[in-house]
């Protein structure tokens, strides 16, 4: 079985396939101060509860945007596993050709959700990934990845009314019921939900505009099933765009 990690800025996804099919995923929380030991036991406490054997785990794949991270997963990997795991980076095969102005400026979790996404759903397609950030990915109908946009996340916007000013209270992210709030919570709610409901909206219109078609929009990342429930311009949803670009990638590079 394959055990598939992408090591976000927020959260680490991992997920364990047996042969194509996904036995099992989660969510953690991203914590640089935590060590390769500290992440292990959380790990195997996870794998024993889904009632898979480590012993099970025959390949890993790896991508991560969190520099300090990489090296605490590759020694969680070598220690506990006993294998080397394969990290999506300069010089792997993805099937993607990247047209940006500079290949290597491209997140490497942006490219492994673009090969997942042109592998199940064909092209011209957007990818919009609700994670630390919101990113736009654009590919072409040949799975060419064009580039896109970046904004700021929700939770960075939600974090940033309470930090920065001196009367607004940390709140919940949910989606409001309308779009007047009565009371300051549901304002702050209707601002942040709605508010970027209509920036994804936005968006995804300029650039279709731009591409000169109708394009499939297919949504990933932690807040997106939330966000999408908002708005009828998302096509498909899908949590396990990463994991799932990692198992094809992971195979695309066997030897």
């Known amino acids: 079985m394959l055990l598939a990690i992408d090591i976000g800025n927020t959260n680490i996804t991992l997920g364990v396939f047996d042969k194509d099919n996904p036995r099992a995923t989660w969510r953690v929380a991203t914590d ?65 050709r990247i047209r940006m102005d500079n290949p290597r400026e491209v997140g490497t979790d942006r490219i492994v959700d673009a090969t997942a996404a042109h592998h199940l759903y064909g092209g011209p397609l957007i990818i919009v990934d609700f994670g630390t950030a919101i990113t736009f990915d654009t590919l072409s109908r040949e799975g060419d990845y064009l580039g896109g946009a970046i904004a700021p996340g929700l939770t960075i916007a939600a974090e940033a009314l309470f930090t920065r000013t001196a009367a607004l209270p940390r709140i919940q992210l949910v989606p409001p019921k309308h779009a007047i709030g009565t009371n300051t919570v549901d304002a702050m709610q209707s601002g942040l939900i709605f508010g970027y409901v209509g920036l994804i909206e936005g968006i995804i219109t300029r650039i279709q505009k731009e591409l000169g078609e109708k394009t499939l929009v297919v949504a990933t990342g932690g807040y997106a099933s ?27 590079n066997k030897a």
């Open 226 to 252: 939330m966000l999408t429930g908002s708005t009828l311009i998302i096509d498909k949803v899908n949590s396990d765009l990463t994991l799932i670009g990692l198992r094809l990638i992971n195979d695309m």
């Open 32 to 96: 640089v101060n935590r060590t390769a030991d500290q992440y292990a036991a959380e790990l195997l406490t996870l794998l024993h509860h889904r009632d898979i054997n480590r012993v099970e785990i025959t390949e890993i794949a790896v991508c991560s945007v969190v520099p300090p991270l990489l090296g605490t997963f590759i020694e969680l990997c070598t220690r506990y596993f006993h294998i080397p795991p394969f990290v999506v980076g300069p010089g792997v095969k993805t099937g993607v």
